[in-house]
């Protein structure tokens, strides 16, 4: 069954570097999705992206964050200058579209700052 | 008022028992609602999707929607104790995005 993964599990970084987490979705997915959870809190939305573009963002999502999808099978969110608070996991999730609304996570990467 | 209100637990039930999960939203615009189950620092598996109000069964789980009292449940029957998770609901109202708002999630236990 295909799935949503995410690479690397758990990234130990120092304050003020910049990270990338590494996703590959769903083969036929078009629909593509950061969320993190903050330790013992809710889920929260990030930032969606469809047909190479930010579709929208939330309040989070400043300009210290950034998305891309290099190629036909990978998207990544880079933390350009990482915080204390930026500690987290973080999940990337996709959805196919055209009907099919159903949004599908990977493992998460959990990321420390030190 | 919080968008989506979910009791945190812990839920403690012996192995059999029916388990009833629920939330209550407060954004009459959702239309889409989820169940996610989370187990320990691992990502949300989706268990149940349903559009709009309604029942909706898939085995030993029902999920029920109440779209005029912005309450949602989830029923999990003959419960095991492989369900011992974290149960998150989640919901979207749709548009271009899709994005999914959640609650905090009720940490179940199902004790052999």
């Known amino acids: 069954e295909p799935e949503v993964t995410q690479t690397p599990s758990h990234q130990v970084t120092q304050m003020g570097q910049e990270v990338i987490l590494r996703c590959v979705p769903i083969?036929?997915?078009?629909?593509f999705y950061w969320y993190r959870q903050i330790l013992g809190q809710k889920v929260e939305f990030l930032v969606s992206?469809?047909?190479?573009?930010?579709?929208?963002k939330s309040e989070i999502f400043d300009d210290q964050f950034s998305v891309e999808r290099p190629d036909g099978s990978n998207f990544t969110l880079k933390i350009r200058s990482t915080k204390l608070e930026d500690s987290a996991m973080y999940f990337c999730?996709?959805?196919?579209?055209?009907?099919?609304?159903?949004?599908?996570f990977g493992p998460g990467t959990r990321l420390t700052v030190t | 008022q919080k968008e989506v209100e979910q009791d945190p637990g812990p839920l403690s039930v012996p192995e059999g028992a029916i388990v009833s999960l629920n939330c209550t939203y407060s954004?009459?615009?959702?239309?889409?609602f989820m169940w996610y189950r989370q187990y320990s620092r691992k990502g949300p598996e989706l268990l149940m999707y349903t559009y709009s109000s309604g029942n909706k069964e898939d085995g030993r789980f029902t999920a029920q929607v109440d779209k005029s009292s912005k309450y949602i449940s989830l029923f999990i029957r003959d419960s095991q104790p492989s369900d011992s998770a974290t149960y998150l609901c989640a919901m979207s109202s749709g548009g271009s995005n899709y994005k999914l708002t959640f609650g905090k999630g009720t940490l179940l236990t199902v004790n052999p």
């Open positions: 992206f469809y047909n190479n573009e930010i579709s929208e």
């Open positions: 954004n009459s615009a959702f239309q889409y």
């Open positions: 999730a996709s959805r196919r579209g055209g009907g099919a609304n159903e949004q599908y």
């Open positions: 083969s036929n997915h078009l629909y």
